[in-house]
């Protein structure tokens, strides 16, 4: 689901880069990645995250994907001439990924798996394409941060089959994906490392 023009103003803003600033140098303390690591994250927004990530984990490669075009169109005017030798840039859904099953090291995700409807098929993805023992730093928010009677009438979410903490590491674990380290506050989100089992 495409953001409204209300969560564009919230995703696309300072502080939201400074928060995934430390988002990100927390993932890499608790999962360093190995500098030939090939990277994707879902939900890209104008490339403030994909810049970061690029920085932080100096991948081999790094792939960003979003489903709505101005974002991608954005993320290419952000990201530097030096930031786009390593970064590919796709229009695409979560629940069908356009790459190889097994073919990534770490899936990044802030905040796009409560956008999903069929968010059940999004992790079917991403366990596909993450590589044994591979990585899915997630950030995510629960529907009392977003579907509460001020935030539902201003921000455009799927109303169906939402998830909360217990729905959504139920959900991992079918996957074999084993969640290895998190900071959640049980009725608002969670900041996890996810990794791929064996």
């Known amino acids: 689901m495409k953001l409204n ?8 803003n300072p502080l939201r880069v400074i928060e995934q600033a430390l988002q990100i140098q927390w993932f890499k303390r608790k999962t360093p990645l190995n500098k030939g690591a090939v990277l994707l ?26 489903l709505d075009i101005m974002m991608i169109r954005m993320a290419k ?17 979560a629940t069908s990924l356009p790459f190889r099953a097994r073919s990534l090291d770490a899936v990044i995700g802030f905040g796009f798996l409560h956008h999903v409807p069929d968010w059940r098929k999004a992790l079917k993805e991403i366990a596909r394409i993450l ?21 539902k009438h201003i921000l455009h979410h799927p109303t169906q089959d939402r998830f909360f903490s217990y729905e959504l ?22 900041l996890g490392i996810v990794k791929k089992g064996y």
């Open 5 to 12: 023009w209300a969560e564009r103003l919230v995703v696309n």
């Open 41 to 66: 994250e879902i939900g890209c927004g104008r490339g403030a995250g994909a810049r970061l990530i690029n920085e932080t984990f100096r991948p081999h490669h790094l792939h960003i994907l979003d």
């Open 77 to 93: 005017a952000y990201l530097s001439p030096n930031d786009k030798e390593k970064i590919s840039l796709y229009v695409g859904d």
């Open 131 to 151: 590589k044994t023992g591979g990585v899915y730093f997630m950030e995510e928010l629960y529907p009392s941060l977003y579907q509460n009677f001020i935030t």
């Open 169 to 190: 590491r139920n959900a991992l674990e079918e996957l074999n994906l084993l969640m290895e380290d998190a900071i959640e506050f049980k009725k608002l989100g969670i």
